[in-house]
C-alpha cells in the first residue's frame, strides 16, 4: 500500500529496512553495509557543522544524527545505515526492569 500511495519513496521502494518486504536491500542480508552506520555519523556531523555555520536551525535533522551516534556507541555502526531500524526495535522493547504495562508503572 505504502509503495503506491502518499508513502511511496525510495527507502520503501527500493532500499527497504525490513527483511523479505521489498527488493533485496541489506536487511535481507543482515544489514551488511551498502553505506554504514559510521559513514552516516560522519556526514550528519558534517551537515550539521554546515547548518549551523550558516546560522541554520536543523532540529530533526540533529535528532537523527543524535540516533545515528547512539546505534554507533551501541556497536552497529558497521552494519548499514537502515539497521536504525532494528536499533530502534532494540530500544522499544520492554526491560525486565522497566514496567510493561500501565498497571505497573502507578504501582
Not at 18 to 33: I, L
Not at 71 to 92: E, N
Request: glycine share 8%.
Amino acid at each position: 500500500v505504502m509503495s503506491t500511495s502518499s508513502g511511496s519513496c525510495w527507502p520503501v521502494n527500493t532500499y527497504c529496512p525490513t527483511p523479505g518486504v521489498g527488493p533485496e536491500s541489506p536487511a535481507d542480508r543482515n544489514y551488511e553495509p551498502g553505506f554504514a552506520a559510521d559513514l552516516m555519523v560522519k556526514d550528519a556531523g558534517l551537515a550539521q557543522t554546515a547548518a549551523e555555520n550558516g546560522g541554520v536551525a536543523t532540529p530533526l535533522a540533529r535528532q537523527a544524527a543524535n540516533l545515528y551516534r547512539e546505534m554507533q556507541a551501541a556497536g552497529m555502526g558497521a552494519m548499514d545505515f537502515s539497521a536504525m531500524i532494528k536499533y530502534l526495535a532494540q530500544q522499544t522493547r520492554p526491560h525486565r526492569h522497566q514496567p510493561s504495562n500501565i498497571e505497573e508503572t502507578h504501582r
